[in-house]
């Protein structure tokens, strides 16, 4: 992600805005896949924990993700 936008508090601490993502959960192992590549795969592709094929009956939510500061997630991409 390069279009994102990052705030800057007063107190120097730098934060991201909040986004949501989808996440799959599997029924066979309860794996939570929350990857984008795994959730554009879904449901023609397979639990990456277990290697089952998604059923099409996985739960499938949106989590929101909350602001926080950039050092935690500084170094994930
Ligand atoms: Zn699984």
Excluded: H, L
């Excluded at 800057?8 to 599997?26: F, H, I, K, L, Q």
């Excluded at 939570?32 to 924990?49: K, L, Q, R, W």
């Amino acid at each position: 992600m390069s279009d994102e936008t990052i705030f800057t508090m007063d107190d120097g601490s730098v934060w991201r805005p909040a986004s949501s993502r989808d996440v799959v959960s599997c029924t066979s192992c309860g794996n939570e896949v929350d990857t984008i590549e795994e959730i554009n795969s879904y449901p023609d592709g397979f639990c990456p924990m277990c290697n089952s094929t998604w059923t099409g009956a996985e739960k499938r939510s949106t989590m929101v993700q909350v602001t926080m500061p950039e050092s935690i997630t500084g170094g994930a991409a």
